[in-house]
């Protein structure tokens, strides 16, 4: 749906990561609709392994009659390492433990993020 950019905030000094939605998609609102629950959604998540959403930018439809020039984008936790692909590639097949230990990760951060979307808490003040 987009890319990821590294860049500084000015304002409070360190680093972030900003996903930008693609430009061809920018322009259907719906894409950017479903950019905004996707902000949503993990901004309501707050675990380990699961990245911070610090802010979310330029979801709003354009007026009628005007055209949109700015790109939906939201600005998270920067997190600096290497992609799974990458670490395979590097070092070859994981041992069984390592390969237990992400999957521990990632379905840790599923669960905390499924948590978030049955509670019906965090329904009432979306």
């Given at each position: 749906?987009g890319?990821v950019?590294?860049a500084?905030?000015?304002?409070l000094?360190?680093?972030?990561?900003?996903?930008?939605?693609?430009p061809?998609?920018?322009?259907?609102?719906?894409a950017r609709?479903?950019?905004?629950?996707?902000?949503?959604?993990?901004?309501?998540?707050?675990?380990?392994?699961?990245?911070?959403i610090f802010?979310?930018?330029?979801?709003e439809?354009?007026?009628?009659?005007?055209?949109?020039?700015?790109?939906?984008?939201l600005?998270?936790?920067?997190?600096?390492?290497?992609?799974l692909h990458?670490k395979?590639?590097?070092?070859?097949?994981?041992?069984v433990?390592?390969i237990?230990?992400?999957?521990?990760?990632?379905?840790?951060g599923?669960?905390?993020?499924?948590?978030?979307?049955?509670?019906s808490?965090?329904?009432?003040?979306?």
């Amino acid at each position: 749906m987009g890319v990821v950019f590294r860049a500084c905030d000015p304002k409070l000094q360190r680093i972030v990561a900003v996903k930008a939605l693609a430009p061809e998609l920018a322009r259907l609102p719906s894409a950017r609709q479903r950019f905004l629950r996707e902000a949503r959604a993990a901004a309501a998540v707050s675990h380990p392994h699961v990245v911070t959403i610090f802010a979310v930018e330029g979801t709003e439809e354009a007026p009628l009659g005007t055209e949109r020039t700015t790109l939906p984008f939201l600005v998270m936790e920067c997190i600096v390492g290497q992609t799974l692909h990458d670490k395979i590639k590097r070092v070859g097949a994981l041992k069984v433990e390592e390969i237990i230990r992400i999957s521990r990760q990632i379905a840790e951060g599923l669960t905390a993020a499924h948590k978030c979307v049955t509670d019906s808490s965090w329904e009432r003040l979306g």
